[in-house]
């Protein structure tokens, strides 16, 4: 069978089962629960079949969602126990982060021995970062004002889910938390932030050494770029069964019925979103010039490991390693991306503006447009560096709204829908630093698509690493 033929097989198996689910769901016809089942995975098997004919990483990524999500609904015991294979990707992932950032920023730093230009690209990226950040922030507080999801909430009776007791951060502790204190300790806490800091002091020290000095360290960061990303191909093997259990278990423990729950919040998190793609950085892909289909082929695989794995982290290796092929220099992509991971976190920064504002609808705390801003220009200075850990911004949010006096009952609430969130704002997160280097690449005058081949922008996956 040829990949046409698998295609509208997949096509065909897809449709007979959405149609059936829409006949009962809406009372047409009454569809037995076996056949409705049957039809699942009918349609699963199309896009196996699709898939093996496909031989696309990608590809079985996204189908491995639909297993998951098949799995999670209708074994929902048996999903509980895959969490242990998406644990395994994520730490393998995790392993790859440190070394990984380490060796291209310092390679891209001393290797070239332009410190004019790193010092260019830091205060583009910087000022590109927060000028991104700020519209994001404003969406969010316009959507949450404008849906007032909220208002007019009880306080339920009980809450059975423990979060954990956050003291607020000073600015002190906020500032200090920027710098590594051990570089050991910064990549097994995966301190994004104070890796780059630390990458990035320790490439000018060597680029400012004697050449004879300079080189062993150059070849040593070149060779274990290269290393690390082989790894990276080889983890990637991985990424549809770790993918795949991921979302198995977020469906079996939650189920597909949460998203009845918090429908409004969750909507309002979703549209504002979606306004910030298609308003802000739509409009940016298309005045910088930014090849769109080829963009959106390279970060597809990416995006959609972040979606499942809520983890901006899982999706940097290969983010990285694609965005290279598709033009940018490593140098400069070793310095946005990791950059990026703690200043440009677009859909966190939108949902904390969101998310704070609910709590304070929730509580029937009135609050003044200055306000407003002041509390969401707090969480956005304290979400720096959360993007490598899952649902993170709970964290932030419990400190920040300690700092302010707001009860922290209403995030017990988010609780209950906050991995659906995440999967949308990490998956924003990884859209907005993709789009940036491209950006940087641009504004640096370095970006070069038609020296790269771009049927690089998926790797079959029987392919050798």
Not at 13 to 29: D, E, G, K, M
Not at 361 to 387: D, P
Not at 441 to 449: D, L, Q, R
């Amino acid at each position: 069978m040829k990949l046409k033929q698998a295609g509208f097989t997949a096509i065909i198996t897809i449709s007979i089962a959405a149609i059936l689910l829409f006949l009962n769901h809406y009372n047409l016809l009454a569809v037995p629960g076996p056949v409705l089942k049957f039809s699942r995975w009918l349609a699963i098997a199309g896009l196996v079949l699709y898939g093996i004919k496909k031989r696309s990483l990608t590809s079985w990524i996204l189908i491995a969602m639909m297993i998951g999500a098949a799995i999670g609904h209708d074994y929902p015991e048996l999903a509980l126990n895959l969490q242990v294979l998406s644990k395994i990707f994520l730490k393998m992932i995790k392993t790859i982060v440190g070394p990984l950032l380490f060796a291209t920023l310092v390679y891209g730093i001393a290797g070239h021995a332009d410190l004019k230009q790193v010092g260019r690209m830091g205060w583009k990226s910087i000022l590109y970062f927060e000028i991104v950040t700020t519209v994001a922030l404003f969406i969010g507080l316009a959507a949450i004002n404008i849906s007032k999801a909220g208002v007019g909430i009880k306080i339920p009776p009980t809450l059975h889910e423990e979060l954990p007791q956050v003291p607020p951060q000073s600015a002190n502790d906020i500032i200090l938390h920027i710098f590594p204190e051990n570089i050991a300790k910064s990549m097994a806490e995966g301190q994004i932030l104070q890796i780059v800091i630390f990458s990035i002091v320790f490439g000018i020290g060597l680029a400012l050494v004697r050449e004879d000095k300079r080189m062993p360290m150059l070849r040593f960061t070149e060779s274990l770029a290269e290393v690390m990303f082989k790894f990276t191909n080889i983890v990637m093997y991985f990424a549809p069964i770790g993918v795949g259990a991921a979302i198995a278990y977020t469906v079996g423990h939650m189920g597909l019925g949460i998203l009845v729950n918090l429908f409004q919040l969750l909507a309002t998190l979703y549209v504002a979103l979606i306004v910030f793609l298609l308003g802000v950085l739509l409009p940016i892909a298309f005045f910088t010039g930014v090849p769109l289909k080829r963009f959106i082929g390279a970060i597809a695989g990416p995006v959609s490991i972040a979606f499942a794995t809520t983890s901006s982290e899982a999706a940097l290796p290969r983010a990285m390693e694609n965005l290279e092929k598709l033009g940018v220099p490593r140098k400069i992509v070793a310095f946005v991306m990791p950059t990026g991971y703690s200043f440009n976190l677009d859909g966190t920064t939108l949902y904390l503006a969101l998310a704070a504002i609910f709590v304070a609808q929730a509580a029937g705390m009135h609050l003044s447009f200055g306000h407003q801003l002041l509390i969401v220009f707090t969480l956005m200075l304290t979400s720096k560096g959360v993007a490598g850990v899952p649902r993170a911004s709970l964290v932030i949010l419990l400190g920040t709204a300690s700092s302010f006096g707001m009860p922290s009952w209403p995030i017990f609430i988010i609780l209950g829908i906050d991995e659906l969130m995440d999967m949308a704002r990490t998956s924003v997160n990884v859209i907005g630093n993709c789009l940036a280097t491209i950006v940087v690449a641009k504004w640096e005058k370095e970006f070069n698509p038609e020296d790269q081949v771009s049927t690089h922008n998926q790797q079959p996956i029987t392919h050798n690493p």
